[in-house]
């Protein structure tokens, strides 16, 4: 069996925006087993307020894998943090912060602990303080640390809301309503910017390549509203990016070196676009 370690961590969150009054209970339990990180974390408000989630990191390869080196913590919004959040999504006009999950967590690794992993984290947010209907309107939000939030939802799944995406770092993660739910400008935008990222000069010459033809066929099959063979298109686009990780695509991310992982966050932008896709062809 793989090994399994818990770190209970009860402490205090002082107010200093992040509170409406006083002081709030946080309960972080951190558990690592081979591969995965995950927390069960639940935070109560200076009003009694209970609000809980499990935030689940898999990893590939990942080396000095603990508690200590995830650097894991979560926190609540009050109004006003809300509000300074919402101003940093994507769409600050069509996403909000639904007041009832406002949970912020966040993922800093310290740079001298030496966390590292291959390739792409698999990440998992899931609430019961929120329900999940078809077609659900949540999203899952990353961002640097004070820096402008981007949509890497992979999926939105029942199990009251369970929220999926992918990436090369961390920082840290929010759930927010899209009002709009307008998939296709959005899936025009992430095709723009996987062509972008492929651009790269870090990216071999090969893959780039190879790489261009894949995501253009992608683009071509978007712009005959054949969203099904976009899907293929980009399944076969993951499989080209996946077959360059290493020397072609750098796939490496390690603490003290966070910006190194350029097929990790390719393969973010490719599952946001592969979940456009789904919705634009009528998966819920």
């Known amino acids: 069996m793989p090994s399994l370690r818990a770190l209970r961590l ?10 409406a009054a006083g002081a709030a209970r946080a309960d972080i339990v951190v558990s690592i087993a081979g591969n995965v990180a995950e927390a069960q974390i639940e935070l109560e408000d200076a009003l009694g307020a209970s609000y809980e989630a499990v935030f689940r990191l898999t990893f590939e390869q990942p080396q000095n894998l603990t508690e200590a080196c995830l650097g894991l913590s979560a926190d609540l919004l009050d109004a006003a943090g809300i509000a300074a959040v919402d101003a940093r999504l994507p769409d600050p006009a069509g996403q909000a912060i639904d007041p009832a999950f406002p949970m912020r967590i966040t993922v800093e690794p310290p740079p001298a602990c ?3 992993f291959v390739n792409d984290v698999q990440i998992e947010l899931v609430t019961g303080d929120l329900v999940y209907t078809a077609f ?3 999203r899952l939000m990353k961002a640097p640390v ?3 939030f981007a949509d890497i939802t992979g999926a939105i799944e029942s199990g009251s809301v369970r929220a999926r995406g992918r990436g090369g770092g961390f920082s840290e993660f929010v759930l927010a309503t899209d009002l709009s739910q307008d998939y296709a400008p959005e899936a025009e935008d992430l095709l723009d910017e996987l062509a972008d990222e492929l651009q790269d000069p870090d990216i071999a010459l090969t ?3 190879t790489l261009d033809i894949a995501i253009a066929l992608v683009a071509a ?16 686009f993951d499989a ?13 991310y390690a603490a003290d070196a966070p910006d190194g992982d350029d097929l990790g966050e390719i393969a973010a932008l490719a599952a946001a676009l592969r979940f456009r896709l789904a919705r634009l062809s009528g998966a819920p």
Not at 224 to 236: G, K, P, Q, W, Y
């Open 146 to 148: 004070g820096g402008a």
């Open 114 to 116: 030496g966390l590292a």
């Open 136 to 138: 659900s309107p949540y």
């Open 221 to 236: 099959a978007y712009a005959d509203d054949d969203f099904v063979a976009a899907l293929a298109a980009l399944d076969s």
């Open 207 to 209: 893959a780039q390549t």
């Open 10 to 19: 009860p402490h205090l969150l002082l107010a200093g925006g992040l509170l």
């Open 240 to 252: 080209d990016l996946r077959g360059f990780a290493g020397e072609a695509v750098p796939n490496r």
